[in-house]
């Protein structure tokens, strides 16, 4: 007859347990990465210099820049970053069809039939010393304009948050609000 | 009557601790699934600016992470105080975004390369001529999904 084996005693696998508990709980970091989101242009082709595309209206184009002091001028005014936001929903959704602001298009869109699109385009050229804090404090404002008008439009015509849509109604939205937010091509000015 | 006086003499039994381990390992597996170990030492001071229009970064293994700022006090004698490039574990120039870019395209499953992102994580007194040059690299690269780290702004 085989001696039987004594049991391991299973008291000490808390304390084990609570050992590992507290090593992960030491080295985790549940910070989520988040950030502002955007898509760059892919690089235009070496060839063709001048495109024969045409130009856009001046009417069309909402122009930011920003200078090395980290000053905004939109549209040929000093503004505050404060009523950044408010000017770049005014230019997206013209709703009283100025002259000054952009034209828009009819356009067939699921869910809402034919509506008029806004042919604006948001221009944003900055300093080579203009502060990376400034630069995404005013990428926010535009990303967030667009957001906000495409929230309205969420709200009111499907009584739900844009986040809330599903697919399909969040892209019959951004067709109507298109995020369309350019940055110019970086100038190398002479002189250095 | 007697039953119930019996009862009220009767000491209260200790707690059983025999689900305690358990108890302890289910916390124990939380917190190692969702753990993320820093893989890179941050040799740069990196402060991300604060924005409210965030977009969460959902998969950690398709993101690419590039570093901005300036190095840290031990690094600064050699490096210098200026803005600088980290890549992986050491400082790089501008020119080293091709390399590194495609090294970590080999490194993910080929269908997984078109959901790649590229997250700069740029410190918020960093000008812009250094990002405008990484962003034009990464252009070159078609690299074209980036996601520029940030914080959340507190709401007032």
């Known amino acids: 007859m085989a001696k039987k084996v004594p049991e391991i005693p299973g008291s000490s696998l808390a304390d084990i347990a609570f050992m590992l508990l507290i090593f992960f709980l030491v080295t985790t970091t549940m910070d989520v990465d988040s950030g502002l989101e955007r898509r760059l242009p892919p690089m235009p082709p070496e060839e063709q210099e001048d495109d024969d595309t045409p130009p856009i209206k001046e009417r069309n184009v909402f122009v930011v820049l920003v200078n090395a002091n980290n000053q905004l001028l939109v549209e040929g005014e000093i503004t505050n970053i404060d009523n950044l936001r408010e000017k770049a929903k005014e230019f997206m959704a013209n709703p009283y069809n100025e002259e000054t602001l952009p034209e828009k298009q009819m356009k067939e869109v699921d869910f809402f039939g034919p509506v008029e699109v806004t042919k604006g385009v948001i221009s944003l050229r900055n300093d080579v010393g203009t502060q990376y804090g400034t630069y995404i404090a005013v990428q926010n404002e535009l990303v967030g304009a667009i957001n906000d008008l495409r929230e309205d439009l969420a709200k009111q015509k499907f009584g739900k948050s844009f986040t809330k849509l599903d697919r399909d109604q969040q892209n019959a939205i951004k067709d109507i609000y298109p995020s369309r937010i350019s940055e110019a091509e970086p100038k190398k000015v002479g002189g250095n | ?156």
């Open chain 2, 1 to 156: 009557m007697s039953k119930f006086r019996k009862n009220d003499s009767k000491e209260l039994p200790p707690i059983s601790t025999a689900s305690l381990p358990d108890i302890v390992f289910m916390l124990l597996f939380f917190f190692m699934v969702s753990t993320t170990m820093r893989e890179v030492t941050l040799m740069v001071k990196v402060t991300v600016p604060e924005a409210t229009e965030l977009s969460k970064l959902e998969k950690k293994s398709l993101v690419s992470y590039i570093y901005v700022g300036t190095p840290h006090q031990q690094y600064q004698k050699v490096f210098g105080s200026e803005p600088r490039i980290q890549l992986n574990d050491q400082f790089a120039k501008v020119s080293d975004i091709p390399d590194y870019i495609t090294a970590e395209r080999e490194a993910r499953d080929e269908a997984e390369v078109p959901f790649m992102i590229t997250s700069l994580k740029v410190d918020e007194y960093t000008k812009m001529g250094i990002v405008t040059d990484i962003k034009q690299e990464l252009r070159k690269a078609a690299a074209l999904h980036i996601n520029y780290s940030s914080r959340k702004r507190a709401e007032e």
